[in-house]
């Protein structure tokens, strides 16, 4: 047994050597992030307005939506656009509910599927184009637009939209606002994720001519993305679609002046069981799409008709970089980093040093290095260094693991002490056009708003090895737009006194 152990340890400092390079890669990598964090926070890209106006479909796919599907379609109505440039189509996907009775009410076209085995919004969505298709033809809209039923639109939504998309954009992403922003903690911390979206990925790539992510809802896209149907239909359409439209050489654009709400989960195990499907389907759309997007990155659109010789221009070779490094860009987003990093991490400092500990004992380890991170300085002004000595043997070993996960925690804290940070910034610059939240709540929210992130990393984890089902998230939150726009006035009024 001693001699596994001795071999093992044997292999700590190359192994140590590995790890340090593999996580520098992965920091180069995704070094460029700070470049659309320091353009979102300042500047975002506005379009012109437009007299042309361009026809369009809104999709929505419903479960049992009879509580708020009416109040989407209201806020769809009372567009400043012209009505007879926008049909609505739904898909009252295996309701039993008045869904679809509700729809045909407000004047909206509804289809009704029933289908046990496939449950996901994807395959809603298929169904959907697949009937708009044989009924109308896709080529009798320019344009589609995705919403759940949740979802409340301003009044110059569409139109808003609709400058960006007679610009030339093929897809276009919106303003996601939240309308029960202070219910609790866990719709405040949804909240806040959407808004820091906004901030550190959609602006900066939007500026830049990138391509940004779509996020499930609030998004527009050319007709052309459809011809052949709608083929995402995995457990997070949005990454998929987002992947394989960049993988085609489409950059993805963002229109900050579209503002629409959606309703966040309040029930932790309602946001548990969707923050796992969201990582499961991140995981199969990386390893689905994410070959198509490497090999992008060295031959350029790989799903390009080679065959047709076409004489290299300036422009042509700008776009060629753009799609490049967009497929580089996206590729990265995708890539679960987090598990590359636990992986290193309980191989090498946890399993390895353990090893290592036990053959060599330890020798003046620092337990609170303030060179670690800022909240390990703070601490050793508090309790000390304390440096650590342990001889060879099981106790060095157990301690190693101990002073390992120790450290793990504390920058843990750390990071999650500096994010609380993020809410504070996006609180103050999105003060404008988020509802008026009691200050108390802005406070106790902020500090239980990093568990979003901690849920979304160890859903990670979990989902490598769990088998994941569709399950829809009940909406029943009937606040209208014209109740937050209401809400919006009295605060601008009270202000202004």
Known sequence: MNSVIEAIASSYGIMTAVRDVVLFILGVFTAHFVVYTVIGFFTTRKFKPTDKLHKYAIVIAARNEEKVIGNLLDSIKNQDYPSEYIDVFV?????????????????AVCYERFDSERRTKGFALQFLFENIKKDYG??????????????????????????????????ITSY????????????????????????IRHRGRSVLRLATNLQGTGFLFANELVKNGWNYTSLTEDRAFTADAVAHGYPISYCDAAMFYDEQPTSLKVALRQRLRWSKGHLLAFVEIGPYLFKNIFVGNCYKDKTKKEPMTKKRFVEGVRQRFASYDVLVHCMPSSVVK??????????IGACFSYTNG??????????KNPLTLVLSWIFGTNPINITPGFTA?????????????????SFHILNMATSVLVLILERKRIVKIPLYKKILYTITWPSFDLIGRWTTYVALFKKVEWKPIPHNNTTTIENI???KEKVANSTER
């Open 91 to 107: 898909v009252a996907d295996n309701c039993t509910d008045k869904t679809a009775e509700i729809v045909r009410e407000k004047g």
């Open 397 to 413: 070993a157990v301690t190693s693991v101990g002073v390992v996960v120790l450290w793990n925690f504390i920058g843990r804290i």
């Open 362 to 371: 330890i020798t003046d380890w620092v337990l609170l290095d303030p060179a």
């Open 176 to 199: 996601r606002n939240t309308k029960n922003f202070d219910e609790n903690w866990i719709a405040f911390s949804y909240a806040i994720h959407w808004l820091r979206s906004i901030r």
């Open 485 to 487: 726009s209401s809400k």
């Open 342 to 351: 636990v992986f290193f991490w309980l191989v090498v400092p946890i399993i």
């Open 138 to 171: 896709i080529e009798a809209y320019e344009g589609y637009f995705v919403f759940d039923a949740d979802n409340l639109l301003n009044p110059d939504y569409v139109s808003r939209m609709n400058e960006a998309f007679d610009s030339g954009e093929k897809i």
